[in-house]
Nanobody
Framework: QVQLVESGGGLVQAGGSLRLSCVAS????????MGWYRQAPGKPRELVAS???????NYAESVKGRFTISRDNAKNTVYLQMNSLKPEDTAVYYCKRLGPYDDWGQGTQVTVSS
């Protein structure tokens, strides 16, 4: 059974940092393309960072240079390091296996105060 468990969110001041974690089970992250999405209130869910099996990384323009996606194969875990946080980064963050899959975790709330 596929399961994704996100953690690491919280309340932080603008300019601060957080590291999100996503522990996956039921499949192997290293042989899948993985992504981090976010959804702010009243807005559609958007893909902010992705990493391919070969570790090619791609970022949304809004987070480029501030966020870094990474993976620990031994822990089957994907991370999102978020630096220089802005109030507009406030959202619930989710990780997901990219492709024809519809498995979502519960997400982790990130709130950035000004």
């Amino acid at each position: 059974q596929v399961q994704l468990v996100e953690s690491g969110g919280g309340l932080v001041q603008a300019g601060g940092s957080l590291r999100l974690s996503c522990v996956a089970s039921g499949f192997t992250c290293s042989i899948n393309d993985m992504g981090w999405y976010r959804q702010a209130p009243g807005k559609p869910r958007e893909l902010v960072a992705s990493m391919s099996r070969s570790r090619y990384r791609n970022y949304a323009e809004s987070v480029k240079g501030r966020f870094t996606i990474s993976r620990d194969n031994a822990k089957n875990t994907v991370y999102l390091q978020m630096n220089s946080l802005k109030p507009e980064d406030t959202a619930v963050y989710y990780c997901k296996r990219l492709g024809p899959y519809d498995d979502w975790g519960q997400g982790t709330q990130v709130t950035v105060s000004s």
